[in-house]
């Protein structure tokens, strides 16, 4: 069986290239097959022949971005031609023999924060390098070129996330015409499109119109249609010569004649040597215990479990049975373990008690169905846990006789139910929270001999976190019902109310509750160590700025002054009691360290976790994970469990596939499209986001044009923010009087070069560049800190332009604010501008490329507070009450990708007949998602649990999209560079209803 899941084939006379187990490959029609890429830093993918057939261009992927690199076909240096830091994806050769990529380094923040081609533009590169250069202006991912025309293609890559039967804003669309245009659009079927190329004269492309991703094809104009492959799994790409086809379905390449004849699988052989088993790593550990003695540590990685001797670090693994996945050890005693199983297949999760010495023993046999266990707490007398699962039910299981009892069932879901589990010292009593609306909680005890439920709060507060003191006489807990408003710093007329917690103790023998000494604090837990009951208090900081360090937290005794806090080390985690005296574990980076708490706590190392060695098997791993993502469907799907046996024979065809699966990707395109088989948006495999600036490069904000004699003319320099460092350019400071249209002639001591780009020469020291620039002939030397991401900077730049444009057009009087996302970087950007903007006639808000939220309401509400009065003042002029309201006419601008919070918002803002809404039809995707235990590579599993109903199933908006008042492109091809016809249309509307003399339609 040949290794990794073929993609992206591109064929030329006798040749196919394609991408598999992250490797470009060449298989000769009728021959053999052999490796391209060699040598190449990250996953190589998009593969490309040149004219002449003797190149491959193809993009490689790593730290969240991806580059064009280039390769002799028949074997040579593989060589790197660009350096944005962005996604790069090659999408063919021009007839002259330069690469043409689709790229983002132009465009907008993705709105999602992944590698995906939202806002993309074709570009070239030259086979040997030099400087990109923009060949489209408008938004495009396909520019194909050949005798017959110019094909071009605007959303038209695949993504298993798009799901079968999808007809929302952001389908693929394709037109075709002259290089020089006009252009007309091909739109035979109504359904998406993509991978778009010429078959000698017609047009093929891959379309689910019909429910199955299958290969079309159609006349230049668009007519005669005709329908010729699909496979066994959802076609994936299409490439043609003549009538000559190869598509791309399941773990197959498949070569078909367009004209006649079956298509016939292509004997490809990449059986090179691939990586079976993978190392488990510090990284890779996700729980840790230590049993009651204190001196043995329990931890999980990757589905399996190890066992630390501490005094001499001695690591063991305990066996697991074939098919089981260990998701978290528990300590029943001091020898023997309980461990928390998932099997294969769609059962239950299962509970093992094993030998910590050995890891021998058996399944506690149940009398019930456990489901997913979502929390687990051993009792303290060894016989019993209590377990919360993903049905809202709170059981208790006695270890000997396995009868499960029923404790609990919430009606209700926020914080998935019953949460902070807690024995009471001798075992007879147990402690939680319990949901009583979507804000508040309440702190419940239940008697375990008389089976009776008491009510400790009444549920009027947001009361969690219970922990029995160490002689069971008080009950602990936190509540947030210490009010402290003040004045909010960006709404002048509004209060900001922060939850803060209060610490409380219930005296057990009289039902007392009263505040403990502690101050309030932004508690998030309580952890009971030794005889002291600490709280876990994490400061609050602002979510915009540098995420690579969680904001400091500390511990603070609750249950006798003095209340110290002891500040835990920076990135501690998972704080935990070693043993029963008074000290504790928490995980720091790739170890483990002590502390006892006294006048000061004091941290030391007591195991580093490198010495946990262990291998997976990385296919028993994948299949294990296809089993988890289904059952994650079965378990939590909004709609309910998807129809059997249909869904199982899903999952089986898809557990063959990933079989063939080799690296981390291609397991996360299987998961992805089993869960496309759900047919509902947001179900996706989510990887880790990887940061702006991860990427070894770096730039200058500006924008250069490439000359003759090598040197690079400045044509654009990017001024943003001009007092923040990092969302301006570095050569836009004033004092250094650098201008557009100066020549930069050398970096970093190397002179500029027609076959080297600036991003590459700036690679060489990422923070510094030395510049010589030249002006008229006369040169300078300049020194400055170069950026590491101008992602910001472009999105502030465009945003500042449109501003700038719509009150230069209006006279200054209509407003306007973009933005990003209906969550924290989009409310900030709503309280930055909303002062201003407001005050002016009229309002243009623009949602296009928003990736949603939750905060649409909030947002609303403001749009719709119309003054209800005017304050006088002695002196000055009259202002209006409320003075953070508006009273104009309001223009809503959407397109394709504005998502999910932001749709609704749009919804609601029609509705409720705040204004117009101008642009595209929107993304189509109003099921609400929470991300789940993550996969072994920290990949997060969206499966759709919650559903706006009023929206989902009444307005048609889940699969389709929002239609707007007003439907207007972007931009189509053969429009003016810069064109935006959907901020023109918004003008004129606010524009003529402002003359009109309209304030509210």
Known sequence: MSAGIPRNPHLLGSRVVFAAGGHIWCHELGGATHRVSDGVDGEADLPQLSPDGTKVAYSVSQHGSSEVWVSPVDGGRARRLTFLGRLAHVRGWSPQGRIRFATDHWGLPRPDGLARPWWTQIAEVGPAGGEPVRLTEQRAYDYCESDAGVLLGRNTFYTATDWLGYRGGLRGRVWSGEAGGPFRELDPLGARMWSPVWAGSRIAFVSDADGNAAVHSVARDGTDLRRHFDGPHPVRSVTCDGDRAVAAAGAALWCFDLTAGEPAELPIDTTAPVRRRSPIRASDIRTFTANPAGDTLALTARGHVFTVHLPTSEASELPVEAGEQVRAAHWIDDRFLLLQISARGAGPDLLRRVDSNDGSGGLVDVDADLGQIERLEVSPDQRRVAIANHRLELLIIDLDSGRVTEVDVSELNPDDGHRDLSW??????????????????????????????????????????????????????????????????????????????????????????????????????????????????????????????????????????????????????????????????????????????????????????????????????????????????????????????????????????????????????????????????????????????????????????????????????????????????????????????????????????????????????????????????????????????????????????????????????????????????????????????????????????????????????????????????????????????????????????????????????????????????????????????????????????????????????????????????????????????????????????????????
Not at 584 to 602: K, N, Q
Not at 966 to 978: S, Y
């Open 424 to 1001: 009471h010292p001798d075992g007879t009593h147990l402690a939680y929270s319990r949901p009583t609306s979507v804000t508040n909680r309440k702190i419940v005890l239940y008697a375990l001999d008389s089976g009776q439920h008491e009510d400790l709060t009444p549920g009027e507060f947001h009361d969690f976190a219970p922990q029995f003191s160490r002689d069971g006489e008080s009950l602990f807990f936190l509540s947030r019902r210490s009010f402290d408003p003040r004045r909010d710093e960006v709404l002048h007329s509004g209060l900001a109310v922060l939850h803060s917690s209060i610490a409380l103790c219930c005296n057990l023998a009289t039902r007392a509750v009263r505040q403990t000494t502690a101050p309030s604090g932004p508690y998030t837990g309580l952890r009971r160590i030794g005889r002291q009951v600490l709280a876990i208090s994490a400061q609050s900081a602002g979510v915009l700025g540098s995420r690579s360090e969680p904001p400091p937290r500390d511990l603070i005794a609750i249950d006798h002054a003095p209340h110290t806090p002891w500040s835990l080390p920076k990135a501690a985690a998972h704080i935990r009691p070693l043993g029963d005296g008074d000290r504790g574990i928490l995980r720091r980076g790739s170890a483990i360290v002590a502390f006892e708490l006294g006048t000061a706590a004091e941290f030391e190392t007591i195991l580093d976790l490198d010495v946990v060695r262990g291998e997976v098997d990385l296919r028993q791993e994948r299949l294990a994970e296809i089993d988890r993502v289904a059952n994650d469907v079965r378990r939590f799907f909004w709609r309910g469990a998807p129809a059997e046996p249909a869904w199982s024979e899903q999952v089986r065809r898809h557990a063959e596939l990933m079989e063939h699966a080799v690296t981390d990707s291609e397991s996360r395109l299987v998961l992805r499209e089993l869960l496309a088989c759900t047919s509902t948006s947001h179900a996706d495999i989510r990887p880790v986001p990887v940061p702006p600036g991860t990427a070894e490069v770096a730039s200058l904000g500006i924008d250069v044009v490439p000359r003759a004699d090598g040197a690079l003319e400045i044509t654009r320099i990017l001024t943003g923010d001009e007092w923040s460092p990092t969302l301006t350019s570095p050569l836009a400071a004033r004092e250094l009087d650098v201008r557009e249209g100066d020549l930069i002639i050398a970096v970093n001591g190397v002179r500029t070069h027609p076959d080297v780009s600036l991003g590459q020469l700036l690679a060489t020291d990422p923070d510094r560049a030395q510049l010589v620039l030249s002006r008229h002939g006369v040169r300078r030397d300049l020194e400055v800190t170069p950026l590491r991401s101008e992602q910001w900077l472009r999105e502030r730049q465009w945003v500042e332009e449109n501003r700038a444009y719509v009150h230069e057009i209006t006279g200054g009087r209509v407003g306007y604010i973009k933005l990003p996302d209906t969550s924290a970087r989009g409310y900030a950007e709503f309280q930055r501008y909303w002062p201003t903007e407001r005050t002016r006639d009229g309002l243009i808000v623009d949602l296009r490329f928003n990736g949603g939220g939750g905060i649409g309401h909030l947002l609303l509400d403001l749009l719709a507070r119309e003054p209800l009065g005017h304050f006088r003042y002695r002196w000055g002029r009259e202002v209006d009450f409320p003075f953070d309201g508006t009273n104009g006419p309001i223009v809503l601008l959407v397109n394709e990708l504005t998502k999910s919070n932001a749709e609704i918002t749009t919804h609601l803002f029609m509705s409720r007949r705040l204004g117009t809404v101008v642009g595209a039809r929107t993304w189509g995707g109003v099921v609400g998602i929470r991300a789940r235990e993550p996969l072994h590579d920290g990949s997060l599993v969206w499966v759709p649990e919650e559903a706006l109903v009023s929206l989902t199933e009444s307005t048609g908006i889940e699969g389709r999209g929002v239609l707007p008042d007003l439907d207007v492109d972007t931009a189509a091809p053969g429009d003016e560079p810069g064109a935006d016809r959907q901020l023109a249309e918004a003008i004129r509307v606010v524009t003529d209803r402002l003359d009109s003399q309209e304030r509210r339609p």
